[in-house]
């Protein structure tokens, strides 16, 4: 049996909205429309040092004037000691739980909304997770701001050289695999060790976090020159704010050590 499963209270609509990357002006005008028709919002509670996560939200949700009931749930965490794949398996298994059983306890009919943070199609499992929802709701996904736009938007930067590819990829498959082959422009999300460090030297880089907020942080330069310094930046504003959401551009030569 699917792990969401249940008899009752099931979610027959489910709304995914993209919200950007912390800014009310991020979510688009079919965004605020959508959370002012939802009949339920589920809004999840990360923990302790994470509160302003869900303030956000929160501060979304007043500027679209929305009247939905909103339902906080609290989020699992991930067990560290397992494999990362079955890690996050399970982990989603229990979201979708948690998800259904906020619907039981609303007990309220009409679409369920969810807020998601930058966009659904781009490394997030939002989407994934509806999949486990038995049975499957009728699903509305809401585009958003990624954080590659707002990145890009924030360095004043085009994605893309002239008639040039851009990778997409995460921080540990950089630090798995190194700088893709033939890659020229790589987009690298949810690197929480820096694997930019072991980038080629002469290689660019454009980073930044909390990126549209009023705390927004930025960096540019060769690697070899900023690397460090974005380390300790990101370092520093971890420390003072409990969490970090970060992304970053690089563009360059993928051959050579630096």
């Given at each position: 049996m699917n792990?969401?499963?249940?008899?009752?209270?099931?979610?027959?609509?489910?709304?995914l909205v993209g919200i950007g990357t912390g800014s009310p002006a991020h979510v688009t005008l079919e965004g605020m429309q959508a959370l002012r028709d939802a009949a339920v919002i589920l809004v999840p509670d990360k923990g302790a040092g994470k509160d302003d996560l869900a303030a956000m939200r929160h501060n979304i949700l007043a500027a679209s004037g929305t009247k939905a009931r909103v339902i906080n749930f609290n989020y699992p965490v991930r067990d560290t000691g397992l494999p990362y794949q079955e890690r996050v398996m399970l982990w989603h298994d229990e979201i979708a739980v948690r998800w259904q059983k906020a619907m039981v306890e609303a007990d309220q009919k009409g679409p369920v909304a969810l807020l998601v943070w930058g966009d659904p199609s781009l490394y997030d499992s939002t989407l994934r997770i509806a999949e486990r929802l038995v049975p499957a709701p009728q699903l509305r996904v809401v585009p958003g701001i990624t954080a590659v736009q707002a990145l890009t938007a924030a360095h004043a930067l085009p994605l893309n050289t002239i008639n040039g590819a851009v990778t997409i990829t995460t921080g540990r498959r950089l630090r798995d695999y190194g700088w893709p082959d033939g890659a020229e422009t790589l987009a690298v999300m949810l690197d929480a060790t820096c694997a930019f460090q072991d980038m080629p030297a002469d290689a660019h880089i454009w980073w930044g976090a909390f990126l549209a907020m009023p705390e927004q942080i930025l960096a540019k330069g060769r690697i070899g020159d900023v690397a460090a310094r974005i380390v300790s930046m990101r370092e520093s504003a971890r420390a003072r704010h409990g969490w970090i959401m970060d992304s970053y551009l690089m563009r360059g030569s993928p051959v050579g050590k630096s």
């Open positions: 792990p969401a499963q249940t008899d009752t209270h099931s979610i027959k609509e489910l709304w």
